[in-house]
């Protein structure tokens, strides 16, 4: 199980997971990432908040006091049009990564005689 | 970046918003457990769990959001400030210390600022110029320049190519009348091009143009904006309206704004010089000009400009009758062009710049002084520097956090000495020398504030970093379980200290050696004789006659010769006189005086020589020997005969001696002007002030004819000299006024002083220094001594144990005292020799300042290097004999 996520990935799960769900509490993008990863990915939850902060002073999301479900206070966070291009890039460049490490793993191990 | 700033100041807020959203997760968290059908405890743990660190969370938050060492600053400054209410004592030691040294420091730097740094208040003031000619054939031996003349500055006006404008300019007095009481203005004449050079607009009206200074022009005049305000009250229509001035009507065709001054002067009332160019010759110096260069011209291709012009000028005009060509060219004119606020400062610079560099060191040792207490209580919180660096608080955070405290200290010490300065500067405006030059620019304007804030922070750092580099280095951690303090190590604290106080010493010693040949320079300018006596009996009270009250010179003389009689008349009055200007009194009238018997034309050209117009009875007035011959008599003055005085020097010059002298005959340089006979020798003055050079001078009677172009002159602006017993006590002055109101009661009496006073004037400048290089070398004898005396205390304390065994061991008193005496007086005797090392290379910087005695008179090294040996050895004796008093037993129990 993959315990080190590597940097930047979490803010990419974010972006995403707000793209496909549309504003979100803190609780409800932590349970949706969780939920994703299938038990993939082994997330304090806490730390998605310096990450969530770090994405707000990007400008790449906007947070707005609301209601929640149960009736509760809680900040929603909403995609901007600066973290839609992000995502479109961050896509390209793990798109390209991602076949670029392929072909390396997938190359057959010569066998020695 | 600027709302991780922003941050900073809503932190509050900002940590209770984030505690919301975390407790809405963590209990949405909770809720989603107890729904799986958990216990509440257990879903609390579970939530807890999922969630991780709060704490880290909520830290790296915070981190995230403003700027980590914006933050620690803060925290530091908030440590600092508890840490230092702990000590209270010393904090204000330490500050007020502080503000003394950075308060002295903005004060003069404030004069430094507004007399030498800032630019003059016109616009591309770095343009303007002032003119001069340098003539080393003919120049008085006192000046080091003839000025302008009119048939220089006419060619120089019309055919240059390097200035944007150059115009002649005089001051003097002119008398109002008309409304109101009779007054004495300040009279500044200037040619049209003068004030437009300058680039300053009126604030009401128009300023000269061409037409104003054409001879013959209508009397047309600007005013001043204070003289606006007091005479006119701020009248909005004065311009247009008249104003009787020196017996003449005058158009008021503008007003100067507020800030407008002229130099370093405020004039009154400003008029045109109307010259006639048709009534020039080559000759008559003396002038002064300005000038403002083109745009990109430099003052070497000005001179080359102006050394071009000067045959031209010669050339352009006929000579003087009398004169050759040769005696011209033997003057050997030259362009003497320099920048005009070089030339307004003049010597004044050298000495601003030693009091600045003496106060900078005075604020050099009380940076030392607060490094010593600072070391003494960063000691002292050593154990808690340690425990927090076993903690593992890095020694870069210790660091910091002492430098920010040393830094806050500075700062508050900065503030205060604001304070200080503000009151200081006021005070030593008020003493300040009359001729101090600028004295109006002077404020505490940002250059000032921002001035004390760099020295304040550097203060800081300086004293801040001494004990840095002693307690927050990494070794630290090692020495904490050794506890206890071992004599090795306070050896090597001591050491540090020592450093201190031996620069403390060394700087000291430069301040007092500087202060004490100020003190040689003082003492030895009042054992100067001015060449008059008992100035202090001399009242002195100037007087001007006007041509509308006596039109005729002779007329003139016979008023000003009653009110003589009147004031000789008063009780108490053993002799009064008058001349055009008294000794030391700034008069100047120069010509060319031609001796007889030298060859005209060929052979040395004459020189110019300074004239004074006086009445009889002058010199017993003065006192003022006459060493051969007689003095003039009221026949010569009224009759107009051709007979002259000369000083004892001028004599032996041109002839050898008195008795040569004697009987010879001089002229003037002006076409019309006659041979005088001298008959009378007498004694030489310092006109120029103690610590001048003797002046050369020519007397000629009040009335005379043919002098100076005129068929008559007489000086109708006259001092009068009062030697009287009374001279200084209330009444003595009413009666003079009395007296001179009897014969005419619309005479104003200005410059009522005493010769007393003209002497202090030539004295002022030294006495300021003095003045200033005294309190700055008490205060750094006052600093270095506490620096002795705190080091001996501190290393008797520290060395309470060691003492204690020697004692123990059969010690005796006198050894005990003798082993740490030797200690003040090793670090004493090393200061003094660094001292004296660096006093002669620093007072060769204010040879000029001093007079009669040499940068390394042999005199003050001595006796400052015995006064700071002694001062320092009773500065350690005293700690020492504690030493002797220590109880062996106590001693051991202490620790």
Known sequence: ?113 | MLSRLWNLFRRRRLDRELDVELTHHLESLEAEYRARGFSEPDARTAARRDFGGLVQVQETYRDQRGIPMLETLGQNVRFSLRSLRRTPAMTIAVIATLAIGIGANSAVFSVVNGILIKPLPYADSDRLITVAHAAPGIQLSDSRDVGSSLFLYFIEREQNRTFDGVGLFGEGTATVTGTGEPEQVRRLFVTSDVLPLLRVQPLLGRIFSQTDDAPGSRNTVVLGYGYWQRRFGGDLSVVGKRLIMADESWDIIGVMPRQFRFLSQQPDVISPSRFDRTQVMVGAYFRRSIARLKTGVTLDQASADIRRLIPIAIDSFPLVPGSTRKQVEDARLEPSLRPLKADLVGDAANTLWVVMGTIGIVLLIACANVANLLLVRTEGRRQELLIRAALGAGWRRIGFELLTESAMLGLTGGIIGLGFAYFGLRALLASAPANLPRVGDITMDTTVLVFTLAVSLFSGLLFGVIPVVRYAKPKLAGTLPAGGRSISGSRERLRARGVLVVAQVAMAMVLLVCAGLMIRTFQKLNDVHPGFAHANEIQTVQLTISPASAPEPEQAVRRQYEILSRIAALPGVRSVAYTSAVPMGGGFNADLIFPEGKPLGDGSPPKARQLRFISPGLFETMGIPIVMGRDFSWTDVYEKRAVVLITENLARLEWGSPQQALGKRVRGSSPQDEWREIVGVTGDIRDWGLSRPLTELVYVPILAERIYNVPVWVSRSVTYAIRSSRTGTPGFLDEVRQAVWSVDSNLPLVNVRTMTDFVDDSMARTSLTLVMLAIAGAMALLLGLIGIYGAISYAVTQRTKEVGIRIALGAQNSEVRRMFLRHGLVMTALGVGIGLGIAAVFTRWMSTLLFAVSPLDPVTFGAVSVVLTTAAALASYLPSRRATRIDPIESLRAE
């Open chain 1, 1 to 113: 199980m993959a315990k080190e996520v590597l940097q930047g990935t979490l803010d990419l799960m974010v972006l995403r997971t707000l793209e496909t769900m549309g504003p979100q509490h803190g609780f409800g993008l932590a349970k949706r990432i969780l939920q994703v990863s299938e038990g993939i990915l082994d997330l304090n939850q806490g730390t998605l908040y310096p990450a969530l902060l770090r994405l707000e002073q990007r400008k790449w999301i906007k947070g707005k006091w609301g209601v929640s479900d149960a009736n509760r206070r809680a900040r929603f966070y909403e995609l901007t049009s600066r973290g839609r291009r992000q995502i479109e890039q961050e896509r390209e460049s793990w798109e390209l990564n991602v076949s670029l490490m392929e072909r390396f793993l997938r190359t057959p191990v010569p066998k020695e005689d």
